[in-house]
């Protein structure tokens, strides 16, 4: 069966630090991959989404990039964070193929810049 | 612009009385309408699809439904274990999903 791995759960940073949040899929191939983000008592805002190794779409300017440098490996980085970057970062995945559109969520990570 | 808009935003039962959430939405090209539930500090949990209009589906104590430009989600007497947010998301005709901003459902015993 398929599983997604987030981490880590919790993350307290200073503005201006750097940032990295790993996300992995097991158990299947060629998934299309995403990052939400979730303001308190607000809904999910698409951040980046990537159909394959390499390729990634953008969807909201921002200071925060992605990566795949991996099949089953998305990543979200920022170089240096804005107290405006806090948040509740969730990963998610779905097959390019089969299996309608439905989108299987991790368990996301709740970021806190001071 | 494509938006989705989630009503009330935020409902207080008692167990056993029944109720709806609402989810509009002002796009184009539906290919899916999408309900899932979040509890606190989770990702959100998949509960339900639906392509057309008049198409419903049922789990337990919920049932969703889809007319061309909303969707209801019915909740049958609910129990304290129902408390959670429920977000619905607009699937067109790319790879993403529209989310709306939730709606926060309390089941008190």
């Known amino acids: 069966s398929q599983t997604i791995h987030q981490w880590p759960a919790t993350l307290v940073q200073p503005v201006g630090s750097p940032l990295s949040l790993e996300c992995t899929v097991e158990?299947?191939?060629?998934?299309?991959l995403y990052w939400y983000r979730q303001a308190a008592g607000r809904g999910l805002q698409l951040l980046f989404y990537?159909?394959?190794?390499g390729q990634i779409s953008s969807e909201v300017p921002q200071n925060l990039s992605a990566s795949r440098p991996q099949d089953r490996q998305f990543i979200l980085s920022s170089k240096k964070l804005l107290l405006s970057d806090s948040g509740f970062y969730l990963c998610?995945?779905?097959?390019?193929w089969g299996a309608g559109e439905k989108l299987f969520f991790g368990s996301g990570t709740q970021l806190s810049v001071l | 612009e494509d938006q989705v808009t989630q009503s009330p935003e935020a409902l207080r039962l008692q167990e056993g009385e029944s109720s709806s959430l609402n989810c509009s939405y002002t796009?184009?090209?539906?290919?899916?309408l999408f309900w899932y539930r979040q509890d606190p500090g989770k990702g959100p949990e998949f509960l339900f699809t639906?392509?057309?209009a008049g198409e419903e589906k049922e789990k337990e104590r919920l049932k969703a439904t889809l007319t061309k430009k909303e969707s209801f989600l019915h909740i049958t007497a609910p129990k304290p274990e129902d408390s959670a947010t429920y977000l619905c998301?607009?699937?067109?005709?790319?790879?993403?999903?529209?989310f709306g901003t939730g709606t926060l459902l309390a089941v008190q015993p």
């Open positions: 998301a607009w699937g067109g005709a790319t790879n993403k999903l529209i």
């Open positions: 158990g299947t191939s060629n998934p299309n």
């Open positions: 998610a995945w779905r097959e390019s």
């Open positions: 990537s159909v394959g190794i």
């Open positions: 796009v184009s090209g539906l290919r899916g």
């Open positions: 639906l392509y057309s």
